[in-house]
Each structure stands twice: as structure tokens, then as C-alpha cells.
């Protein structure tokens, strides 16, 4: 039995994408027998599935730069310097260290001579255009620091931007359901939450195009982009409710302009027929899992057709591509 360390700064430590890939490697390394603590500056506010969280603080005293009103993220020394206190105290002396962020890593690479600095930003994966919080100095920090270390680098999908010393393939490892489902009385589904990246208005756009009411996955309730939708949130503890109303439906589009590849894509894969924009490279990584590849005319005319096709449900390239991303993860503790 291995023991397995995973840190986050509690910056990262919200509903999204990043929590729900270390709760999915959480689980996998708990299945495999190992012992598994989260280390983090300040109590996680979102539910993180290992044996042990321990922090330094109740809350976070880290203060993100504010511009144009979005947050922006810069490095911080005395955030370094409560992480590294933190495995100092409780990490012990793990047989694998696994850093989901910048200044975790940063605390980390004095304590331990090896681990994996796991590259979870859009921005450090794929070039092009800007859509994380990072800042600029944040950004060229990170990049600076995969270029020099010792450490593996995890690569959450395939990037010809990065170029680590020790790269190592990182993908969530994914646990695909078995779709049992044949009872289909809702439509359209997206997951995500409202943002440009997310290509939210061009969904809405698409369903007001294909004169249908959506169903919306987000932790956005209110918001007004989604009123001519069927709203619902879940907590990240509520996976299966979530499957439950997921296999409803009888078609996913995931509009998203970057991910790394796209938690909720592969969710949705399991269910239904997913759609997404191939004019976004980035989609490319989902051709192995079985997704549908099209832009333009072509992509509302494969969502209208599939909203009216009979189809068998089926995800057999889900689960090869999953087990294959488990092993990935596997190998580390072996």
C-alpha cells in the first residue's frame, strides 16, 4: 500500500473542473488500496474524497489581484510558504506526491526531490487565446518552472506548447458508466457554467436556432443566459443524481472554445451522443472517446438530426479510453 499525497492551494478549491479530476484520481488510487491525504492552505469548501484533508487555517488569507473586475491570479510567497508548512506537518513520507497547482508545487519541490506537477490551465496546454484567471507573471512563472524541474509533469491531454524535461501522460482517469438507459424524454443537454470560454451564448443561441427548451447543468441557477432553460445544480457529492437526469437525454453539446479535455464531455459520453465545435482544436482529444466532430451549419443540422433519430445507447470507445487512462494513474503507485 502506497501512501498518496494530492495538494491544491485552497484558491483552486471551488466547483470546478480541477476538484472533480482529483476526486476522480482519489477514488482510483482508494480503489487500488492506497492511503490517500489531501493537503490544501485553508479548509476545502468543496467535498474532496480522501482518507485525510489537512490544512493550516480556516480560511484563506491569500487576497487574488482584482482587474476589470475578474480575478486574477499572481504568485505568492506567503501562500508558498503556508503550503509548504502544511507538508512539512502532515505529509509524512508519501511514496507519491501529486501537486494540482502552482504554488503547491512551489512549496513542494523543496521538500520532496520528485513528484508530479499535474497542468490542469487551458493556457499552459494549448496556445492561442487567453481564458483562465491566470496572470501574466502567474503564467510565465508556471511555464518557466515545467521547463527547469526534475519533476514529472502531468499532461492532462497531448500539448505542443510545454516542452518538461519529464513529461508524463496525466488524463482524468475516468471511470465510465455502463449506460442501461432506453427512457429518453428530454432533449438538449449542456453542462457548464456561463462563461465565454464555455461557449454558453452560443448553446442558447443553438436552441433558440433548433426551437427547443435545454436542460442546463450549471452553479450558475439565476443567471439570465439560461432563462428559456431547464435549470439544475448539483453538488460535486451528487454525482449520481446528476447521472440520473443526464440519462434523460437524448443529446449533448458541449460548446466549450478549451478544456483540458472536459470532465463534463466525458460524462455526458456516457449517455448520449455528444456533440462538439471541431473549429475548437482542443476537441480533437475527444475523437478517442467517440464524440461528434462539427462546426457551422453542419453542427446544428447532426444536433437536430440526432434529436430525431432513434439511437442505440452505446459507449464502448468511453470505456476503452478509460481503462487505458486509469492505467495511466495505476502505474504511478506500482
Not at 508530479?116 to 487551458?122: G, T
Not at 446528476?242 to 434523460?248: D, K, V
Not at 456533440?275 to 476537441?283: H, I, K, L, N, R
Request: aromatic share 8%.
Amino acid at each position: 500500500m502506497a501512501l498518496v499525497v494530492h495538494a491544491c492551494s485552497s484558491v483552486l478549491v471551488r466547483p470546478n473542473g480541477i476538484v472533480r479530476y482529483i476526486n476522480t484520481v482519489i477514488d482510483l488510487q482508494k480503489s487500488a488500496g492506497h492511503q490517500v491525504l489531501f493537503l490544501s492552505d485553508a479548509q476545502p469548501t468543496e467535498q474532496i474524497n480522501s482518507h485525510q484533508c489537512h490544512w493550516l487555517q480556516q480560511t484563506s488569507s491569500y487576497v487574488p489581484n482584482t482587474k476589470d473586475t475578474h480575478v486574477w491570479l499572481q504568485v505568492d510567497d506567503a501562500l508558498v510558504a503556508q503550503m509548504q508548512t502544511v507538508f512539512e506537518m502532515y505529509a509524512g513520507t508519501p511514496s507519491l506526491v501529486v501537486c494540482h497547482d502552482l504554488h503547491s508545487f512551489l512549496a513542494a519541490k523543496n521538500l520532496f526531490d520528485d513528484g508530479v506537477f499535474v497542468q490542469h490551465e487551458s493556457d499552459v496546454l494549448t496556445p492561442g487565446s487567453r481564458w483562465s484567471f491566470l496572470s501574466d507573471e502567474y503564467l510565465n512563472t508556471q511555464i518557466q518552472e515545467l521547463h527547469s524541474t526534475n519533476w514529472r509533469i502531468g499532461l492532462t491531454v497531448p500539448s505542443e506548447n510545454i516542452h518538461p524535461l519529464r513529461p508524463i501522460t496525466t488524463p482524468v482517469p475516468f471511470a465510465a458508466a455502463v449506460d442501461q438507459g432506453s427512457f429518453r424524454p428530454r432533449g438538449l443537454l449542456y453542462v457548464g457554467d456561463s462563461t465565454e470560454r464555455k461557449g454558453a451564448r452560443e448553446f442558447m443561441r443553438l436552441t433558440r436556432s433548433l426551437g427547443v427548451t435545454p436542460t442546463v447543468i450549471t452553479h450558475e441557477l439565476d443567471h439570465k443566459l439560461f432563462s428559456d432553460a431547464d435549470v439544475y445544480k448539483f453538488a460535486l457529492e451528487q454525482k449520481q443524481e446528476m447521472y440520473s437526469l443526464m440519462r434523460e437525454h437524448r443529446v449533448a453539446f458541449i460548446s466549450s472554445k478549451n478544456e483540458c479535455p472536459g470532465i463534463a464531455a466525458l460524462e455526458c459520453l456516457q449517455f448520449m451522443p455528444t456533440v462538439v465545435d471541431s473549429q475548437y482544436s482542443w476537441t480533437q482529444y475527444l475523437i478517442p472517446m467517440g464524440a461528434k466532430l462539427a462546426t457551422g451549419v453542419a453542427l446544428e443540422n447532426t444536433v437536430r438530426e440526432l434529436l430525431n433519430q432513434d439511437w442505440v445507447s452505446g459507449s464502448n470507445q468511453l470505456l476503452e479510453w478509460s481503462k487505458q487512462a486509469q492505467r495511466c494513474w495505476l502505474n504511478l503507485t506500482n
